[in-house]
């Protein structure tokens, strides 16, 4: 039977015998596990292109255009008829933009337009704009954003060739009715390309 001096020697020596165990499994699995670790940390930041657009000088409704007060000729005061033609120019201006800008001049809701009456996109009359809906369109680029263009629409209500263009004159001034219309100006931010290598 052991005595009690030979328990206490028997524990002493499990409690060395375990912190041994202890370390020499820490230094084990420490030494497998051990890697090098670095870490680099910064910030990042950007500065958001500025966008401008304007259409004569407005950045939501630039008013009303009356043809009469277009037309190069003129018949009743503030009245359109066969044989009078004019023209209304769209200012665009992109200055302080820092992108390209597509622009769409559109034409929509035409009432009572009268049938010979057509738009063109220039002065000789050699281009009508039949897509309304898409009248004009182009790019201002970035290195023109600070030089406005001017778009100019020019319109004709050309006398009749015909006696059924003549009638339809006639009728459309007999019924005397106001021709009203909606121009829209659009200015979208084109698409960025990475510059030639």
Do not use: H
């Not at 206490?8 to 912190?19: D, F, N, Q, T």
């Not at 910030?43 to 007060?69: E, P, Q, R, Y």
């Amino acid at each position: 039977m052991a005595t009690a001096t030979q328990k206490k020697s028997y524990a002493a020596r499990l409690g060395v015998l375990a912190v041994a165990l202890s370390l020499v499994t820490a230094c084990l699995l420490g030494g497998t596990m051990a890697k090098y670790v670095t870490e680099v940390t910064g910030t990042g930041s950007a500065t958001v292109a500025k966008w401008s657009f304007t259409a004569n000088g407005k950045t939501d409704t630039f008013g009303s255009i009356d043809l009469a007060k277009t037309a190069y000729t003129n018949v009743a005061e503030k009245k359109i008829a066969p044989g009078t033609e004019g023209s209304f120019d769209i200012v665009l201006d992109a200055s302080g933009s820092d992108v390209a800008v597509d622009y769409t001049i559109a034409f929509s809701n035409l009432q009572n337009k009268p049938k010979n009456l057509k738009f063109y996109s220039d002065k000789d009359k050699s281009t009508e704009i039949s897509d309304l809906a898409t009248a004009l369109t182009g790019t201002i680029e970035l290195k023109d954003v600070g030089t406005a263009v001017t778009k100019t629409v020019y319109w004709d209500w050309a006398i009749g060739s015909s006696d059924a263009d003549n009638s339809t004159d006639t009728a459309n001034g007999t019924a005397a009715k106001s021709m009203t219309f909606d121009i829209a100006v659009t200015g979208t931010q084109k698409t960025p390309v990475a510059p030639a290598a």
